[in-house]
């Protein structure tokens, strides 16, 4: 079974600024990695698939890298929007399993 | 546009059953899967598992087994998870959400509390 870790649990930045959120899974899942933004009392919004394919929608200041077990995903100018939690999710193996999520807060 | 509007809200004692069901639109339903995912009061999201539209495959998380059953009905393009044998660490929000292998959208939830 591969584990998700994400890093670090809570990240504190200003509007405007870069945001770099890491995840690593504890083996390689490949590119088959998706990232997803949750705001408190909302259902998590798909951002990121295959590590680095915007969905729909989203805005291009929201970027994915990495394959095999290092991933990044950078938010280049934080809007006010942007302040929720990230998850991370491999889909390379049974069972697809998330990380524990980053915290994104306003410093 | 593709949307999953979801069942509501249940409150169920320890050992009972519940079922959610999670409706879909704006999509050939049986061209994808649905994977169902679940969230503690202030936790991350668990993965329960995921069945195909097109033919009932299923594949369930391991620590489910035995109490989770997902099925779908494509003539109402709604699918169904029902978990049995309550207890008071199920209390979660479950969401179904389409699955290519990623999830996208999501429906929006159902709180499911178990309490005596």
């Known amino acids: 079974e591969i584990v998700m870790t994400q890093s670090p649990a809570t990240l504190s930045v200003s509007p405007g600024e870069r945001a770099t959120l890491s995840c690593r899974a504890s083996?390689?899942?490949?590119?088959?990695l998706a990232w997803y933004q949750q705001k408190p009392g909302q259902a998590p919004r798909l951002l990121i698939y295959?590590?680095?394919t915007r969905a729909t929608g989203i805005p291009a200041r929201f970027s994915g890298s990495g394959s095999g077990t290092e991933f990044t995903l950078t938010i280049s100018s934080l809007q006010s929007e942007d302040f929720a939690v990230y998850y991370c999710?491999?889909?390379?193996?049974?069972?697809?399993?998330f990380g524990p999520g980053t915290k994104v807060d306003i410093k | 546009q593709v949307q999953l509007v979801q069942s509501g809200a249940e409150v169920k004692k320890p050992g009972a059953s519940v079922k959610v069901s999670c409706k879909a639109s704006?999509?050939?339903?049986?061209?994808?899967?649905i994977s169902w995912v679940r969230q503690a009061p202030g936790q991350g999201l668990e993965w329960m598992g995921w069945?195909?539209?097109?033919?009932?495959?299923?594949n369930y998380a391991q620590k489910l087994q035995g109490r989770v059953t997902m099925t779908t009905d494509t003539s109402t393009s709604t699918a169904y998870m029902e978990l049995r044998s309550l207890r008071s660490d199920d209390t979660a929000v479950y969401y179904c959400?389409?699955?290519?292998?990623?999830?996208?959208?999501w429906g929006q939830g159902t709180l499911v509390t178990v309490s005596s």
């Open positions: 295959g590590a680095s």
């Open positions: 069945i195909s539209a097109y033919n009932g495959n299923t």
């Open positions: 959400a389409r699955a290519v292998e990623w999830f996208d959208p």
């Open positions: 704006g999509y050939t339903f049986t061209s994808y899967g």
């Open positions: 083996q390689s899942v490949s590119s088959n």
């Open positions: 999710q491999q889909y390379n193996n049974w069972p697809f399993a």
